[in-house]
């Protein structure tokens, strides 16, 4: 079974920390880009903040079989 992980702004991940997902603060696009790229093998399921899903371009939240599944937080 694999984690769930949060990548985004701290005032857009931090409490979801408490439901028990990796969160992973990315305040700017290059950190944004830098946390994806470092995600570990097991996480299954990657939530983003809008800023975040931008930063990484559409390629990113498309389905595909080679990547977590990404979903975008509602703003």
């Known amino acids: 079974m694999g984690?769930?992980?949060a990548i985004g702004t701290r005032t857009?991940?931090?409490?979801l920390a408490?439901?028990?997902v990796d969160v992973l603060v990315?305040?700017?696009?290059d950190a944004v880009r830098r946390a994806w790229r470092t995600l570990p093998a097991t996480v299954a399921l990657v939530l983003l903040t809008p800023e975040a899903a931008?930063?990484?371009g559409d390629a990113v939240t498309a389905p595909a079989t080679?990547?977590?599944l990404t979903v975008v937080l509602p703003s």
């Not at 990315?26 to 696009?29: S, V």
């Open 66 to 68: 080679d990547r977590p």
């Open 26 to 29: 990315a305040e700017d696009p």
């Open 54 to 56: 931008e930063a990484l």
């Open 18 to 20: 408490l439901a028990g």
């Open 3 to 5: 984690t769930v992980a």
């Open 12 to 15: 857009g991940v931090c409490g």
